[in-house]
């Protein structure tokens, strides 16, 4: 079955010198050239190629979005031609959806054999990149551990959480008027606060208020 290939590059020497490596191989026809990211993406949505390959060239600064942006319009390979050697961008191109990156110091047969092998459903990277992706993507999923602020949060009740925003959002409001608004005496207002500021490490009203205003929008 043909490998069907969509060219994603501007580079006009680089076009012609892909299309006719592509052209000796049977298995793998060229289907379209994009120039643009507009263009890359009408003809992924147009085309629905088997595998996208980009100059690098094509991804410099913000442009690497290009990758999952391809990904939304069709669910195709990305293969990434690179002139640099440099680790962050070959690991970035990957993390981002791509499924494998060349160098362009690469034989032409090697190209052919990546885009085989992707197609294939194979991941086309070195053995120390791998090890590199594998561990952003380990510490990516490892979940941060929490600030002392969001262990206080968590330790209020649902009810003292209900407190706490009635405060901040009546800041200028007397604790009579705020406890008529909950539906409960000053005096059982007056005495979760104080278990709210024991909690959270406060002594007053105040001290609550820019205590919330600090952390309470981060949780």
């Known amino acids: 079955m043909t490998i069907r290939v969509l060219l994603v590059d501007d580079f006009q020497i680089l076009i ?4 006719k ?11 379209g050239v994009a120039n643009t990211h507009e263009q890359a993406l009408l003809a992924v949505a147009s085309q629905k190629p088997d595998l996208v390959l980009i100059n690098a060239a094509m991804l410099e600064n913000e442009s690497i979005e290009l990758i999952p942006e391809i990904l939304k319009y069709a669910p195709t390979n990305i293969l990434v031609i690179s002139g640099t050697l440099e680790d962050e961008l070959h690991d970035l191109v990957v993390i981002k959806g791509a499924r494998g990156i060349l160098n362009k110091n690469d034989t032409a047969q090697t190209l052919l054999k990546a885009i085989d092998r992707i197609h294939a459903g194979e991941i086309w990277v070195n053995r120390n990149a791998t090890s590199r992706i594998l561990l952003e993507i380990a510490k990516a999923s490892t979940p941060k551990p929490k600030t002392e602020e969001q262990v206080k949060l968590e330790s209020l009740t649902k009810k003292e959480h209900k407190i706490i925003q009635s405060i901040v959002v009546s800041s200028d409001k ?4 705020i406890a008529s608004e909950l539906n409960i005496s000053e ?3 007056r005495n979760h606060l104080a278990a709210i500021y024991g909690k959270v490490g406060v002594k007053s009203r105040m001290e609550l208020y820019v ?3 600090d952390h309470l929008k981060n949780t």
């Open 16 to 19: 012609w010198g892909i299309q």
């Open 21 to 31: 490596l592509i052209e000796s191989d049977q298995n793998i026809e060229l289907v």
């Open 174 to 177: 007397s604790y009579k008027v």
């Open 187 to 189: 005096h059982t207002l």
């Open 211 to 213: 205590f919330c205003l």
